[in-house]
């Protein structure tokens, strides 16, 4: 593949060529190889309009670690502030030789934009409330290093749904490699294409978005006037799934797990009811910010109804593990406790996390 805008662009062998390439890289780094030369006179440019710690770090020091050049780009401070389009910006970046831009952007769908515009691989590290693939792939990768794999492994995903591209993309992924995965939360906070599963043609949404231009060359997402600069698109409207497809009353069971039929997630609303079921649990950050529109509890119910304590971790299998991509809103979602309990994996996936990104700049820019 040449861009990683969505979980949806891999198909199960491509995804596990990625975690086998990851381990192979952690490997490496335990023998205290920390840098290959295999990406040496290439460029990667990290471009970020959205603040961020771990990926934005995690990529720089993948692409050093390949011996990458890397020129890092922060909206705050440069030319955006004057005006300048993402469709200018990136071309500037292109005129200094980028092989490799990865973004963050608030508008979902920037990254399929951005792909029409320069000639190098576009990696999606992250596009408002749609998709972070390569947070999917570090979580994928510390599952199956943690429980040996990942076929048939059960999974909940636990929270704000609603506006978390890390949910989304794990669910693409997650499905893609055979594990089950439940989504839990409030019913307000669980979006209706998310529980739809995202399951078929409608996930390649790469090849969906540009209404009116030729095939394989994404544009606008769909539902945007165009012009050069994205604008927020709900997720749904970028997968093209209509109301129809996106349905999900049908299939819930309120206060219990529906069946996950036509392949897409199962849904509850009862978080005590799915843990003692569960390999993995894993909690979402409740993403304030983006709750102007949302029914939010008080934090306080909130958490009593759906924060993982040491009273719920008790109810998980011997086995299971605890994630949470970061960062975390302690004493809200997850308790500080548990947090920092052997069964959590939490500072273990920002170091997975690196090996996932040299992975995935290394298979993109065909490093030898
Ligand atoms: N998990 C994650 O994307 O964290 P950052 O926002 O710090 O990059």
């Given at each position: 593949?040449?861009?990683?805008?969505?979980?949806?662009?891999?198909?199960?062998?491509?995804?596990?060529?990625?975690?086998?390439?990851?381990?192979?890289?952690?490997?490496?780094?335990?023998?205290?190889?920390?840098?290959?030369?295999?990406?040496?006179?290439?460029?990667?440019?990290?471009?970020?309009?959205?603040?961020?710690?771990?990926?934005?770090?995690?990529?720089?020091?993948?692409?050093k670690?390949?011996s990458?050049?890397?020129?890092?780009?922060?909206a705050?401070?440069?030319?955006?502030?004057?005006?300048?389009?993402?469709?200018?910006?990136a071309l500037?970046?292109?005129?200094?030789?980028?092989?490799?831009?990865v973004?963050?952007?608030?508008?979902?769908?920037?990254?399929?934009?951005?792909?029409?515009?320069?000639?190098?691989?576009?990696?999606?590290?992250?596009?408002?409330?749609?998709?972070?693939?390569?947070?999917?792939?570090?979580d994928?990768?510390?599952?199956?290093?943690r429980?040996?794999?990942?076929?048939?492994?059960?999974?909940?995903?636990?929270?704000?749904?609603l506006?978390?591209?890390?949910?989304?993309?794990?669910?693409?992924?997650l499905?893609?490699?055979?594990?089950q995965?439940?989504?839990?939360?409030?019913?307000?906070?669980?979006?209706i294409d998310?529980?739809?599963?995202?399951?078929?043609?409608?996930s390649?949404?790469g090849?969906?978005?540009?209404?009116?231009?030729?095939?394989?060359?994404?544009?606008?997402?769909?539902?945007?006037?165009?012009?050069?600069?994205?604008?927020?698109?709900?997720?749904?409207?970028?997968?093209?799934?209509?109301?129809?497809?996106?349905?999900?009353?049908d299939?819930?069971?309120?206060?219990?797990v529906?069946?996950?039929?036509?392949?897409?997630?199962?849904?509850?609303?009862?978080?005590?009811?799915?843990?003692?079921?569960?390999?993995?649990?894993?909690?979402?950050?409740?993403q304030?910010?983006?709750?102007?529109?949302?029914?939010?509890?008080?934090?306080?119910?909130?958490?009593?109804?759906?924060?993982?304590?040491?009273?719920?971790?008790?109810?998980?299998?011997?086995?299971?593990?605890?994630?949470h991509?970061?960062?975390?809103?302690?004493g809200?979602e997850?308790?500080?406790?548990?947090?920092?309990?052997?069964?959590?994996?939490i500072?273990?996936?920002?170091?997975?996390?690196?090996?996932?990104?040299?992975?995935?700049l290394?298979?993109?820019?065909?490093?030898?």
């Amino acid at each position: 593949i040449k861009h990683l805008r969505s979980a949806a662009d891999l198909d199960a062998e491509t995804a596990t060529l990625i975690l086998d390439t990851a381990a192979e890289m952690a490997t490496l780094a335990g023998r205290e190889v920390k840098k290959l030369p295999t990406l040496r006179g290439r460029t990667v440019v990290n471009l970020f309009y959205e603040d961020s710690t771990r990926t934005r770090i995690s990529f720089e020091a993948a692409a050093k670690r390949l011996s990458a050049d890397v020129i890092n780009f922060s909206a705050k401070g440069s030319s955006v502030s004057k005006g300048e389009s993402l469709k200018d910006t990136a071309l500037t970046l292109q005129a200094m030789g980028a092989d490799a831009v990865v973004i963050r952007h608030p508008a979902s769908g920037a990254p399929h934009r951005l792909a029409s515009w320069v000639d190098g691989s576009v990696v999606n590290a992250g596009d408002g409330t749609h998709e972070h693939p390569t947070q999917a792939l570090l979580d994928a990768y510390t599952m199956r290093s943690r429980l040996g794999r990942l076929d048939g492994l059960r999974v909940a995903i636990v929270g704000d749904v609603l506006h978390s591209r890390v949910a989304r993309s794990n669910v693409l992924l997650l499905s893609t490699l055979g594990a089950q995965v439940t989504l839990v939360g409030p019913p307000t906070l669980i979006p209706i294409d998310v529980a739809a599963g995202l399951s078929g043609d409608a996930s390649r949404r790469g090849d969906r978005l540009v209404p009116g231009e030729a095939a394989g060359g994404p544009s606008a997402p769909a539902g945007s006037a165009g012009g050069d600069e994205p604008r927020a698109v709900s997720p749904a409207a970028i997968a093209g799934l209509s109301g129809d497809a996106s349905r999900r009353g049908d299939r819930l069971v309120p206060g219990g797990v529906a069946g996950a039929a036509g392949g897409g997630p199962a849904v509850s609303y009862d978080l005590d009811s799915v843990l003692p079921d569960s390999d993995v649990v894993m909690m979402l950050r409740v993403q304030s910010e983006r709750m102007q529109d949302s029914y939010f509890p008080s934090a306080r119910e909130y958490s009593r109804r759906y924060g993982l304590d040491m009273r719920r971790l008790r109810r998980l299998p011997e086995h299971a593990i605890v994630m949470h991509p970061g960062p975390m809103n302690r004493g809200m979602e997850i308790a500080p406790e548990v947090a920092d309990s052997p069964r959590s994996t939490i500072v273990e996936q920002v170091a997975n996390g690196v090996s996932a990104r040299m992975a995935v700049l290394y298979l993109l820019l065909g490093g030898k």
